[in-house]
């Protein structure tokens, strides 16, 4: 799978990231900095959703510090659906009955581990569509436009 990963900041947790996506097969493109440098978060945030929107990647994964900044602004742009995720239960969540397309993390809260169990839980569930979760994604695609 095509995935768009960006962050303000490359903080460790962005590469341990990286790692297990590289390792699960996925084509990674980065949306960021270099190494000791920074990017403002809704410019990468807009990146990253554009890319997913465009087509260039199937999904994204976007950290900033709380991780409310590049959900903020992800969701901004029509199409996206990015959910700030705290733990692999809201992950599952989020993908179960939102169809979420932009994963969006914490790079504070995110320890290694909790970032592999929620990227399990993230890429191990898939929407599953039903007459009240398509109703609301129906609702969410009228505010988009």
Known sequence: ?????????????????????????????????????????????????????????????????????????????PGIRAALCTDAETARGARLWNNANVLCLSMRLTTDALAKEILEAWFGTSYQPNPSDDACLQMIQELDQ
């Open 1 to 77: 799978m095509k995935i768009a990963l960006g962050a303000d900041e490359r903080l460790p947790v962005i590469e341990t990231i990286w790692k297990y996506l590289v390792e699960h097969h996925h084509q990674v493109t980065w949306f960021g900095p270099a190494a000791n440098q920074s990017t403002p978060w809704p410019q990468v945030a807009r990146h990253v959703a554009e890319a997913v929107t465009n087509g260039e990647a199937q999904e994204g994964i976007l950290l900033c510090w709380t991780g409310t900044g590049v959900s903020i602004a992800a969701n901004k742009v």
